[in-house]
């Protein structure tokens, strides 16, 4: 149960970032990036099926929990080897090993509680119900406006 | 006291991590970075354990035997030309993953790519379709 992104909301306040820094003491597992000035997404672990960080620990710190890439700190070394396998360049190393735990304990994760467009959200359907929306609103109106 | 098989050795520092009296040194410049080991009389093999390519091995303690030192070129990331990790830490990735991971969709090598490129590769991606839409709706 990863977090997913309706990109058409994403307003690029980057509060997203902010929170993840703030329930993780620091260090975030978010960056928000911009396309120019028509578009911002923000980037972060996809909690992948098959995660490539989970094949290159050689310690199982990172292994999967039901749909989630967790992280156990008392595995880590700090060696970077997750750091360098993951595709999306979201696992960050700085002495240990960190990334996007879901704000493991949390009932939802922070970003998904603070973005004020809220662009987040756990519910993978979410887009593309509020897509499918937008559409029946707009032949509602008598087509494209 | 510690032997390197130089063959072996990653350059992860993660020996260096895990040693809980500083024998084990590393030095990093933005091309370079280097791992010592001093002479170690400690009775702990926290570092034998916890290398990844098992380089390390405990051997008797030995005053004449010179202290090793292992520096490590990092290799430039394809796109952006930052140095950002060893070739061996690299090659023990591309042993890791199957093949089919290897590649993104657009047959990129993404492993030879620096992690902030792959972020920038992944936002690109991602907004790549409303971007066109938006700049069609634009005047």
């Known amino acids: ?145 | 006291m510690i032997k390197v098989d130089e063959k072996k050795c990653l350059g992860c520092f993660s020996c260096s991590n895990v040693c809980p009296s500083q024998n084990i040194t590393r030095t990093e410049t933005p091309e370079l970075r280097s791992v010592h080991w001093k002479r170690c009389k400690e009775e702990c093999d926290l570092c034998v354990e916890f290398c990844p390519a098992k380089a390390l091995t405990l051997v008797p303690y030995d005053e004449s035997c010179p202290e090793p030192t292992l520096s490590f070129d990092l290799v430039a990331c394809k796109i952006c030309g930052s140095r950002y990790a060893t070739e061996p830490m690299l090659k023990r990735i591309e042993s890791s993953l199957p093949a089919n991971l290897q590649k993104d969709s657009t047959g990129l090598d993404w492993i030879w790519v620096c992690p902030v490129c792959r972020r920038n590769i992944e936002a690109e991606r991602a907004t790549k379709q409303m971007v066109l839409g938006r700049s069609r709706k634009s005047p």
């Open chain 1, 1 to 145: 149960m990863p977090v997913y992104v309706d990109i058409s909301r994403c307003i690029g306040c980057r509060s997203c970032e902010v929170a993840c820094k703030r329930v993780h003491g620091g260090s975030g597992h978010v960056n928000v990036h911009f396309a120019g000035d028509n578009a911002s997404v923000p980037v972060f672990c996809h909690h992948c099926e098959e995660a490539s960080c989970t094949m290159a620990c050689f310690t199982q710190a990172l292994h999967k929990v039901g749909e989630r890439t967790a992280f156990d700190v008392e595995k880590c070394t700090g060696c970077g080897l997750c750091r360098l396998a993951c595709p999306f360049g979201v696992v960050w190393t700085d002495k240990i090993a960190h990334k996007c735990d879901l704000c493991e304990g949390r009932e939802t994760p922070a970003c998904v509680l603070t973005c004020p467009a809220n662009a987040l959200s756990l519910d993978f359907e979410l887009a593309s119900r509020r897509a499918r929306a937008r559409a029946a609103l707009v032949a509602a109106h008598g087509g494209r406006r």
